[in-house]
């Protein structure tokens, strides 16, 4: 029986990522270590919380006191708990430092004192940065530009050095943008899924022409999980389905799955320090045995049905936080949208 602790276990991959251990895996008993801030939803695990071979904790990964309780026994830490959305980081990045960089710390440091065997820190692609041309290697430099992704290289970097000073067993993974079930409807995908269905504008930042590399969440999943086996110790793996598309082009697509009005998307002021292109080489995972199994069209299918199908699910979560936020990021730039687009 391998004991496993997912933290950030009831956000969008964590929760995903349990459910995917469960389907392939017998002989497994999971922890989910969880803050529950507003980006988790215990909604998200609901289905597990009766199973015998499953334990929900509400708790931040910054107390060492509960660490210490949780991580006797221990085998694997998967560390998904962070802040993760840019536009948040952007307005004000303290709780990104506190739990990206320090929770991250406090986890290491425990995981060595309790001689866990394993620990994979979930990273991302935004740390190396804007790409032009070609893709990103493992052993390219950092260069992060904004407070999410700077809070996610500095607990990138502490993983690599508590591997290199002290040999705990870290293995890196770094992941393109994900999306699919239980997405928090604040990220791109989510947001324009929703807002098209209630018929809202869909607020593209600057030209529409940023790229990212999309891979459905269960892909990474299934690669997270090879890594957890099967990686060496020490090294960083890119994750990515090499499916890079602009903004512009998704949220086109998204109007016309919902059968909405291709005039509802709006194009509003940029995300200061916007990145321009993400993109992943991913020889090295594929190396592992690896591959993704769902294409871009099919996953952007998959996932528009599932939002059509859940919205309890989402209404649940656009409520009273998520309308202040999305008055704060929004108001002003879609007001300032509509004015030019009444004058042209
Ligand atoms: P999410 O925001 O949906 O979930 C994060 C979870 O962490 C939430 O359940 C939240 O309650 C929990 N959490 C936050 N602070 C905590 C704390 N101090 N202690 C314990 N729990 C805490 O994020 P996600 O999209 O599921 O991302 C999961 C991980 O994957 C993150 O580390 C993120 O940086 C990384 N990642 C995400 C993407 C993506 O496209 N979503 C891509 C690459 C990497
Ligand atoms: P997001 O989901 O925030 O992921 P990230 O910035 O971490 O890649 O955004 C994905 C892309 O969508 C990114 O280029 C920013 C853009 N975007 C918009 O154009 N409008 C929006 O309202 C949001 C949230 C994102």
Redesign the pocket.
Known sequence: MKRILV????????SNFVRFLYRKKRNVHITV?????Y???ISNIADFMDRKDFNFIR????NGSLLDRILPGIDIIY???????VDRSILKAN?FV???VM?TYTLLQRALKHHTTRFVQ?????VYGSVKRGSFREDDPLKPNSPYSAS?SGADLLARAFYRTYRLPVVIT?????YGPY??PE?FIPLFITNAVEGKPLPLYGDGKNVRDWIYVEDNCSAIELVGRKGNVGEVYNIGAGEERMNIEIASLIVDMVGADRSLITFISDRPGHDRRYSLDTRKIRRLGWRPSVTFEEGIAKTVRWYLKNSGWWKAVRGGSFKRYYRELYSERLARAIERKAKS
């Open positions: 933290t950030g276990g009831a956000g969008f991959i964590g270590l969880d803050k529950l801030t980006a988790g939803n708790g931040d990964i910054c560390n998904f708990a962070a802040e993760t959305h709780s506190r739990t990206d929770g979930i990273s991302t692609d935004e996610k770094r992941s393109s943008n994900n997405q928090h990220k």
